[in-house]
């Protein structure tokens, strides 16, 4: 209850300022506690809505009149999280910022509180039961459908639980909801061949029974308002892989036959193209989807070769958003930057005295390895740094520079501060997105080798041995 306080202390807040004559008003505000940022900002899809500062009390709010009514999402860098709006709505969040507890602190308030919850609640269910249907992946396939539905299921009846309850929630509200359960549990469908496979062990695609699938048949491939959430988005990306794949196999294959076949990763890429293309006619559903194909293949092919420059030719016939074409170009040009023999990509960190530094004069005259880390992964963090005190001890004529992501620069140094860390050859970005970009962090487990100032292997990793000459 105590931490349901302040919560009624701010709902009265705002609903004290709400005309109720005005309908269509929608009032957005909240408390953050530990904040990672001075901003709060509102996305309707991929667009900025609108912006708001916290006051010195760390609060925050936004009026906003005619909106489209939906999904939306709020950022509060480095970090975000969905929030469902209807006219006439006054919703209220608290939350604790700090990178481990900004999901699970998140409370909704207010109008439409109840599907706001359940849907933050589904989010960190899914988060948490990973690992059980991690293990069911070995079953044979009626018995994984047993146990899929079953968790499917009982979301569901939760989900007609709060139906009852809550007679004044929208059908529209009701099918946002319904959704967060529904794509994570065929999202799982799609993913068994391939993980029974891996876990397993065994030679081939397990056989499916024609029911396996059976959800597909209602499925709705061209939803606009769940273009953006990310259970349907994560479905659809790993439904047409499926897709792409089983008919390369069917379709492509040599003489040989399907299973003796190595299809080629241009081809495959090429063809899940085709196959959205034919299937999705919603146009930023169809260009978002091209895009993270593009992005995929272009960091897992990691090299700047004409099988990417053909590919890209290909996305840039498809794809109508100029933005993303722009974007795509931008990271072939900075893989580009980062191969053999290249000078380090221009960029700047901070030491701990704030002394800004490029990457050039850090690894000037030296052979250096920059590694990178953030606070809220703390596994990683525990591992990367035993992984390169290891290193240390066996490579002592080379220099390991940390560079930390997506952390506040008092988190950061804090941090360090908690664990006795050694900060001479620790270095913070302060704009994490173009360090990300420019550096190519697609894991915290990649490091850059390089040599007098230039790059000796761009996509390295530092579970790799360090090959420095």
Not at 2 to 15: D, H, I, K, M, T
Not at 369 to 374: H, K, L, N, R, S
Request: proline content about 3%.
């Amino acid at each position: 209850m105590n931490r349901l306080l302040p919560l009624l202390f701010l709902w009265g807040l705002v609903a004290c300022k709400k005309d109720k004559t005005d309908k269509d008003l929608v009032f957005f505000a909240g408390e953050i506690v530990n904040p990672s940022s001075q901003h709060v900002v509102l996305y309707k899809n991929n667009e900025v809505v609108d912006s708001a500062a916290l006051d010195p009390n760390n609060r925050f709010a936004f009026k906003l009149k005619n909106i489209d009514e939906g999904l939306y999402h709020f950022n509060h860098a480095p970090q975000y999280q969905y929030v469902y709006l209807e006219k006439g709505d006054s919703v209220l969040i608290r939350l604790n910022a700090t990178p481990s507890y900004f999901d699970e602190s998140l409370v909704f308030s207010g109008s439409n509180e109840e599907v706001n919850n359940f849907m933050i609640e589904m989010f960190l269910t899914y988060e948490d039961e990973d690992p059980l249907v991690r293990s069911f992946y070995s079953l044979p396939p009626a018995d994984f459908s047993k146990k899929i539905d079953s968790l499917k299921e009982m979301k569901l009846a939760e989900l007609k639980t709060l139906t009852v309850n809550n007679a004044n929630l929208t059908d529209k509200a009701m099918a946002m909801a319904k959704a967060a359960v529904l794509y994570n549990s065929y999202l799982y469908k799609e993913k068994y061949p391939f993980y029974h496979k891996k876990y397993t062990g065994e030679n081939t695609l397990h056989n499916l029974s024609d029911d396996f699938y059976d959800y597909r048949k209602t499925l709705d491939l061209n939803n606009e308002e769940l273009s953006y959430f990310r259970p349907y988005y994560d479905f659809l990306k790993f439904h047409f892989g499926n897709l792409s794949y089983m008919a390369c196999h069917k379709e492509c294959a040599t003489e040989e036959g399907a299973e003796t076949t190595t299809l080629t990763r241009l081809h495959h890429n090429k063809h899940k193209l085709s196959i959205i293309d034919s299937i999705v006619v919603e146009e930023k559903l169809r260009n978002n989807l091209f895009r993270n194909i593009a992005m995929d293949y272009l960091l897992k092919e990691h090299e700047a070769s004409e099988s990417c420059r053909d590919f890209i030719r290909e996305f840039e016939e498809l794809c109508t958003n100029p933005a993303y074409v722009t974007e795509i170009n931008d990271l072939y040009g900075n893989i580009k930057s980062l191969q053999a023999e290249n000078t380090l990509p221009e960029l700047t960190v901070q030491c701990v005295q704030g002394i800004p530094k490029t990457l050039s004069e850090l690894a000037k005259d030296r052979k250096t390895v920059f590694y990178f880390w953030t606070a809220d992964r703390k596994r990683h963090f525990r591992n990367a740094t035993n992984r390169i005190n290891k290193l240390e001890q066996e490579y002592p004529d080379i220099q390991f520079i940390g560079i930390n992501l997506k952390t506040g620069n008092d988190e950061w140094q804090k941090l360090m501060a908690e664990k006795n860390m050694n900060t001479k050859n620790q270095y913070w970005a302060s704009d994490f997105e173009m360090a990300q970009k420019k550096l190519i962090v697609d894991n915290l487990n990649k490091c850059i080798l390089a040599k007098d100032a230039k790059v000796v292997n761009g996509f390295s990793n530092i579970y790799q041995p360090v090959a420095i000459e």
